[in-house]
């Protein structure tokens, strides 16, 4: 038996055989001289590998028709087609006879030549292609390199999945019902793996270092996502004390849902709004039974890391109707694209950007290319139609960001007018505050914003400078550090000074320790991962406002996070006495 720590990143228990994925990247794509004798066979090698890609192709193909997928069959018919596409194989053959160099080289180089170019087009539908090509190629590469493409969506037994590391696009495109905890070397709890996990509810520990090199074939491992712990080879007696554990848990968790109707109100009387966070549509149902009030943050970027798919306004003019539709008059916050970070897709984020997290991210990209986010908008007001809909820009980093955005807003909505396309009269438009400039002039930015959504998740990184995927300066990401208490009370206060609702959508809003503060401070709404809802909601049903004024008072006095978590300890000691 051992035990493994690291952060606790989704939770629950779970008990069971593990998948090690060791990933489909392609990082050291073999490059070397042939000889001229050589071009021909490397040249065959490349016809045959085309040949058992388009062959796949076709079987995938015939498979999306059987299964009605329209969509999918045009994609699998476009791949199709670039595969024997006879320009992109003389350009191979061109560069193969003129460099001298391995087939599966040229082809790659090629391929990222394309793809470049592609996503720096100034022409939509380009760059929304690119994301064929690099498919395309990566099939290639597998075909050529002779390494059997596995896709997490083929997972067809209940696994743990290990991993080194996983990409949002991964798990996204992962067997969800197959997939019962996920285990990482890297990542930290506010990464979009993370979110995920727990959106998808899936236990998860992840900054576990070397967890893939501990297990060996056949071990069975214990996943404590709460605890961040995981146990390989539990003894006997550990393994009981964990299935009771899991019964437990289930307990808890339907003594919890049997709140979900009651009003999110202290005992004397202050009415907060608890709303859910989604990254994909087909959530949005279930956050209802979790008694969320509406949308408070739906991460429209995921639409586009979904694998093999492009992003067209179509698309997405259909994703977020259906969610609309499944929330009725609730609000939905459709948060604009926020690509960038950890959050990569071959079409729209250019494989250069050197500090990702610093970089052309978010609002900065979108701005850059205003065909690619009134798209969005289009998609977002056409959709308005179908319930009610607000909109807010991510990582806005001062007043002249904010008044393009709302200038590119209305540019969209002149285009939807004459399109004849209808949408909302009234959409509010908010501005989340996750920048610690956005915080500090958030007095500015609320004269021209209809709500604040705080960011906490980016917010700590960028105060404390700690990179929120890193899990080795994970320890220094505090939520209760001074200067993140400053910025969260400046915000807050500015948002009501002007009149407009302060709400949160970081983790933060979901951590049952932070709920007195964030109360305290004068929090109008918690929006967070929808199973988190009723933990917050058991808080704020057993406190009052004016005890969470008094807490939040002083923990603005207290000198180091220490003391504050100290602080809510004792508070939560004395009100929750057994939790
Ligand atoms: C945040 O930064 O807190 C946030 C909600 O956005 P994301 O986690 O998607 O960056
Ligand atoms: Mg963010």
Redesign the pocket.
């Known amino acids: 038996m051992k035990k493994l720590s690291g952060v606790s990143a989704s939770p629950g228990i779970v008990i069971g055989k593990f998948f090690l994925y060791q990933g489909n990247e392609f990082h050291d794509i073999p490059r070397y001289a042939i000889g001229k004798t050589q071009i021909d066979s490397e040249w065959r090698r490349f016809l045959a590998a085309t040949e058992a890609a388009a062959a796949d192709v076709r079987a995938l193909h015939d498979k999306a028709v059987q299964e009605t997928s329209k969509e999918k069959a045009d994609i699998f018919q476009a791949h199709l087609m670039m595969l024997e596409d006879t320009e992109f194989q003389d350009q191979i053959k061109k560069q193969l006879e003129a460099d001298r160099e391995n087939i599966e080289w040229i082809v790659s180089d090629i391929s990222r030549g394309i793809v470049s170019k592609m996503v720096s087009s100034s022409d939509a539908y380009l760059r929304e292609r690119a994301v064929d090509i690099a498919d395309v190629s990566h099939r290639m590469m597998h075909k050529l390199l002779g390494v059997k493409e596995f896709s997490l969506a083929d997972l067809t037994e209940d696994v743990i999945l290990v991993a080194h590391d996983l990409m949002p696009s991964e798990v996204l495109a992962m067997n969800k019902d197959r997939v019962k905890g996920i285990l990482m070397d890297m990542g930290g709890r506010t990464s979009h793996t993370a979110i995920l996990a727990r959106a998808f509810g899936v236990p998860a520990v992840l900054g576990l270092s070397t967890v893939t090199r501990e297990i060996t074939t056949g071990d069975i491992l214990v996943v404590d996502g709460g605890a961040g712990q995981v146990i390989i080879n539990p003894s006997k007696s550990v393994l009981l004390k964990y299935q009771d554990a899991i019964k437990q848990y289930q307990r808890k968790q339907d003594k919890l849902l049997s709140e979900v109707d009651l009003p999110a109100e202290t005992k004397d009387g202050h009415r907060v709004c608890l709303k859910a966070n989604i990254e994909v549509p087909e959530e949005a149902e279930a956050v209802l039974h979790y008694g969320a009030e509406g949308i408070g943050l739906y991460r429209s970027e995921f639409l586009f890391l979904t694998p093999g798919q492009a992003a067209e306004e179509e698309r997405q003019y259909h994703a977020y109707s259906s969610v609309l539709k499944a929330m009725g008059d609730l609000p939905v916050t459709i948060r604009t694209l926020?690509m960038g970070g950890d959050k990569v897709s071959p079409n729209i984020q250019p494989a250069d950007d050197k500090n990702p997290l610093l970089g052309w991210r978010a609002i900065r990209m979108c701005l850059a290319q205003p065909d690619l986010f009134k798209t969005q908008l289009r998609a977002i007001l056409r959709a308005s139609v179908h319930g009610n809909v607000k909109i807010m820009f991510?990582?806005i980093s001062g007043v002249e960001e904010l008044e393009q955005a709302l200038s590119l807003l209305e540019e969209a909505k002149a285009e939807c007018l004459q399109r004849k396309q209808r949408f909302a009269k009234k959409i509010d438009v908010g501005t989340?505050i996750?920048i610690p400039s956005a915080a500090l002039t958030a007095d500015i930015l609320a004269q021209k914003s209809d709500f604040f959504s705080i960011?906490t998740?980016?917010l700590l990184q960028y105060t404390l400078a700690v990179d929120r995927g890193n899990e080795k300066v994970s320890y220094l990401a505090q939520p209760f550090h001074p200067a993140l208490l400053r910025l969260l009370k400046l915000t807050i206060d500015a948002a009501h000074a002007k009149g407009i609702k302060a709400a949160m959508c970081?983790e933060l809003a979901g951590a049952t320790f932070a709920t007195p503060i964030l109360l305290g401070l004068g929090l109008d709404e918690f929006s967070m991962t929808a199973s988190a809802i009723p933990m917050v909601k058991r808080i704020i049903l057993g406190t009052t406002i004016e005890s969470c004024r008094t807490l939040a008072e002083k923990a603005m006095g207290c000198t180091s996070y220490k003391q504050t978590d100290t602080l809510v300890n004792a508070w939560l000691a004395e009100y929750f006495p057994s939790k």
């Open positions: 926020d991510p990582m989340m996750e960011g998740n980016d970081g």
